[in-house]
């Protein structure tokens, strides 16, 4: 059974500080998605990193793929209210060229307070 | 990014009902889609692998008698919880397979709640 354990399950900090988050698995992803999810709602694809080593930035959030695809962080730089939700990843286990599962961790659920 | 829609977005059924839910790809065909369950806090469960015009793959443990998937087209997936009860209760959300083969691409979620 694949597992990808995420980690920290909660976090609240004031608005400004830096954190991360961080995705570990035993397993070989073939890509890792990191997704925001809001209260009553689906989860939002932030971003995919597909190469072992991959750095992926989107403005405050810096995302990277391990050097041989079995775990992933995700940086937010001065965090601020608006990155509250609940961060997903989830791992790739395509390998045969179709649509494949993903393997999702537990959820990092953020709550930045001004 | 793709958009997937997903209806209702809320439904309340008696026990012992069925409810179907809808899941859409607006802007690009979807071989595969994805259905999932969510408790509250929680992550995601998946529930089904929909596949085009074949039978949908359902993981360990769900009853694909209760939940009914079809995928008739490329831009359209069903689920419908059949007889439903108050232990159905929960948020099921879809999802399509994107550009590259890993992504998908979620709909907003449908909250049941069966009493």
């Known amino acids: 059974t694949q597992l990808l354990e995420q980690s920290p399950q909660f976090l609240s900090i004031q608005e400004g500080e830096n954190l991360t988050v961080y995705c570990n698995s035993s397993?070989?992803?073939?890509?890792l998605q990191w997704y925001r999810q809001e209260p009553g709602e689906g989860p939002v694809l932030l971003v995919t990193?597909?190469?072992?080593?991959e750095v992926k930035k989107l403005k405050r959030l810096t995302f990277q793929f391990g050097d041989a695809r079995k775990d992933s962080s995700l940086h937010i730089t001065a965090a601020q209210p608006g990155d509250t939700g609940l961060y997903l990843c989830a791992g790739g286990m395509n390998y045969g060229g179709s649509q494949g599962n993903l393997i999702f961790g537990k959820g990092t659920k953020l709550s930045v307070k001004p | 990014g793709a958009v997937v829609s997903q209806h209702p977005s809320r439904v309340i059924c008696k026990s012992g009902t069925s409810v179907k839910i809808e899941c859409r790809s607006l802007d690009f065909q979807a071989t595969t889609m994805f259905w999932y369950r969510q408790f509250p806090k929680q992550s995601l469960m998946l529930m089904a692998t929909s596949n085009e015009g074949s039978k949908a793959t359902y993981e360990q443990g769900v009853e694909k008698d209760k939940f009914l998937i079809n995928h008739a087209s490329l831009t359209l997936s069903t689920l419908t919880v059949t007889s439903a009860h108050p232990e159905d209760s929960s948020f099921y959300i879809c999802?399509?397979?994107?550009?590259?083969?890993?992504?998908?691409?979620f709909g907003p979620g449908t909250r049941l709640t069966v009493t």
């Open positions: 990193v597909v190469t072992g080593g």
């Open positions: 999802s399509a397979g994107g550009g590259t083969v890993d992504e998908q691409y």
């Open positions: 397993s070989v992803f073939s890509s």
